[in-house]
């Protein structure tokens, strides 16, 4: 709760896969700002990413995200992207969640890659009425500075970087992700045969 509020974090990815990042900096930013929840937006289609590579399904990364989760207490796997289908824009997210919670404080979770690109989003000027913005450093990442508009609040990082990139190269090459991913996504990946060479 935040001055007496429901507060939800909204922390939204490709999550291609999720990694101990993700949950990490979720817990970090619902202890430092007392948030009820954190909520893990899957992108349904993140176009500013399918240009320029090939993100695996939609339905591959939401139950990939739904074992990241698991058990993690005040983390939440949220499938709204995904059931609106087309290009996914947090504008709309962040508009339908107001809709589902109309008495709640929003928080839009960024890390600082993201936070340095937020004028490039869809409908980017609607965005800050809609949210408070929480923006985690990133290891290797200058800190960013978020657009003048937002009601913004800094939470550091942590100490390693760790991303989707990293797992899936490592994967590619037959080298261990354990230790970058939870129990389940890893058992996820290795069932599906995500991220090997030549894989879909
Ligand atoms: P990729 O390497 O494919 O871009 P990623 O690890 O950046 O993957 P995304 O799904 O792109 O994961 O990230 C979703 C959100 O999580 C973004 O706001 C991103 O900045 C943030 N994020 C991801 N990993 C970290 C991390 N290790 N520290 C801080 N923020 C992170
Ligand atoms: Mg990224």
């Known amino acids: 709760m935040v001055g007496g509020r429901r507060a939800i974090g909204v922390l939204g990815g490709t999550f291609d896969p999720p990694h101990i990042g ?4 979720a817990h970090r930013v619902r202890s430092a700002l007392g948030l009820d929840e954190v909520l893990f937006v899957v992108a349904h289609d993140p176009w500013q990413k399918s240009g320029s590579r090939t993100v695996t399904a939609a339905p591959h990364r939401l139950a990939m995200v ?12 949220c ?7 087309g290009p996914s824009y947090t504008v709309d997210t962040l508009e339908e ?10 928080v839009l979770i960024v890390g600082a890659d ?10 980017p000027e609607d965005l800050p009425g809609l949210a408070r913005l929480a923006v985690v450093d990133r290891p290797g990442m200058p800190p ?10 800094h939470v550091e990082g942590l100490p390693e970087d760790i991303s989707s990139s990293t797992v899936r190269r490592r994967v ?16 996820y990946i290795v069932e599906h045969g995500l991220y090997a060479e030549g894989s879909p």
């Open 22 to 25: 993700h949950v990490g900096i």
């Open 66 to 77: 739904e074992a990241a989760v698991s058990g993690e207490e005040g983390l939440r796997c």
């Open 79 to 85: 499938p709204l992207e995904i059931e609106r289908g």
């Open 97 to 106: 969640l107001r809709r589902l919670e109309p008495a709640a404080i929003l």
């Open 114 to 123: 993201a936070a340095a690109q937020l004028d490039t989003w869809h409908r």
């Open 144 to 153: 960013a500075a978020a657009p003048p508009a937002w009601d913004v609040v």
């Open 172 to 187: 590619a090459a037959g080298e261990p992700v354990g230790q970058l991913v939870p129990d389940g996504v890893l058992r």
